[in-house]
């Protein structure tokens, strides 16, 4: 008998698995796709040659995960490319703000009005970032704070609206640049948490970038995978998991899925019903005759680059996807643009590029043209450089990863206190009804994103599990 089984190949299975298997346990992954990744995954979608990330592309939280950074992932492959800049803002007038290494730099893109503002709320807690993160990313108790002062602190901060936050600031470029960080987390800029959520990525970039893999993000996915073979851990790709009896026997039962296929597999019935699934993303995937023809200079080294004119626009496009129930009409655009820093992801003079905005559950209709529209206010041109484009919206992105129901690549609506109490109102969330069994998706905290804190978290609720019963 099998100690763990682990079900879901994706970032938070393999790093469950990896944690699970260091500590002597005897473990096994089966996933239902035909290679490891979840939503950190590289296919040619377009054109050959053209090497494209289907979900998560730039990785300002993997490369500072405590988990991550406690393996030795590099020896199987995994190299961090910085791009010259983390992340730049363009505005209609040509200019751009920056979220840059350097916290003088980035006040200095906002304007003598807001730069000391910036500084007095990002500063402070860069000296213990490390600290910080690790707390943070435990939250709700897997462990007891190691810094509880400074999360204190960081909580009196973060802890209001983003919009709250967002008063600090005098001029609308620290505002704008602000609201888009908000926006990765798909959650409107008026709930609670939001201004953390800013804050977090904010102080990532400024302590360790906002860098890709080199290659795609399969890179990190191959990379947590090779390490869990050398572990003696197993891996089986192909194998579709619909109750629990297509399992082999074990102790425990490790789930890397959305809790309704969690329910639905483990038999738990109504056990999630309350869990709310949020807005989904519209993405291209587009393959490039040359780079994106930015007007503002900034734009143009940097990783990855937000799409919106103001904070006003960036937070009408969100309420519109949801809580109006609609597509906006001047969608908030994340891009990611890998070839800057790796041109191995296209030939020679081409590039890849990928944009997403947001758009309600479920949608059914095509945002292609509302993208383009705004990618053409900022990069006058774009259209003329498309080679080819992969298109997914919320059907195709379940379709690709089960975990995105609806779309929503978040694993659950990042709003309310369910940013942070997920999938459940509990200090246990990775336990399930079933003594035996747990889940580790994004669906738990700390949420969202490639950084394997899930995983990491729910491994200790397992191994604590199993050393009771020893």
Known sequence: MLDAVVVGAGPNGLTAAVELARRGFSVAVFEAKGTVGGGARTAELTLPGFRHDPCSAAHPLGINSPAFRAMPLDRYGLEWLQPPLPM???????????????????????????????RRLIEPFLPQWDVLLRDFMSLPMSSLPRDPVTLARFGLAGLPPSTWLMRRFRDERARALFAGLVAHVI???????????????????????????RGGSQSISDALAAYLKDLGGTVHTDYEVKRLDDLPPARAYVFDTSPTALARIAGLGRAYAGYRYGASAFKIDYALDGPVPWTAEEPRTAGTVQVGASSKEIGAALHAASREGRAPDAPFLITVQPSVVDPSRAPAGKHVFWAYGHVPNGWNGDLTDAIERQLERFAPGFRDRVLARATAGPPELAAHNANYVGGDIACGAASGLQLLLRPKLSLSPYTTPHPAVFICSSATPPGPGVHGMSGHNAAK????????QA
């Open 187 to 213: 959650a409107p800029l008026d709930g609670i948490i939001t201004g953390g959520v800013g804050m977090v990525f904010a102080l990532a970039a400024h302590a360790r970038g906002w860098p890709l893999a």
């Open 88 to 118: 730049a803002h363009p505005f209609p007038d040509g200019t751009a703000a920056v979220l840059s290494r350097s916290v003088a730099e980035t006040a200095a893109s906002f304007g003598p009005r807001d730069a000391g503002a910036y």
């Open 461 to 468: 609720a397992v191994w604590r599990r199993l050393r009771s």
